[in-house]
Nanobody, 125 residues
């Protein structure tokens, strides 16, 4: 089992920045592919970014490329999402997820085995 806990969400003006963190426990963190997803009101949960076990590979959803950066610190069992140039359409609950399969890359929600509770990000115009 893996427990995931997100933090760092909040309210920010358009053009601003936020850094989300996700702390993992319960399993060797460096075995896991980590991802960030988001869900806006009335919409499906969608892929944002993923990072492989070493941090050497990343994949982003097109709308966040160049604005968001996913990273991880295996010594601290944490994964991060740095979000810059935020837009109102980035408003959503952001979820951290873990995939134990080792398959790369994984964009599908169903591919991830463990999920956090989510953190709200609200971007005002």
């Amino acid at each position: 089992q893996v427990q995931l806990e997100e933090s760092g969400g909040g309210l920010v003006q358009a053009g601003g920045s936020l850094r989300l963190s996700c702390a993992a426990s319960g399993r060797t963190f460096s075995d896991l592919t980590m991802g960030w997803f988001r869900q806006a009101p009335g919409k499906e949960r969608e892929f944002v970014a993923t990072i492989n076990w070493s941090g050497g590979r990343t994949v982003y959803e097109d709308s966040v490329k160049g604005r968001f950066t996913i990273s991880r610190d295996n010594a601290k069992n944490k994964v991060y999402l740095q979000m810059n140039s935020l837009k109102p359409e980035d408003t959503a609950v952001y979820y951290c997820a873990a995939d134990r399969s080792g398959v790369w890359p994984r964009r599908e929600r169903r591919a991830y085995d463990y999920w956090g509770q989510g953190t709200q990000v609200t971007v005002s115009s």
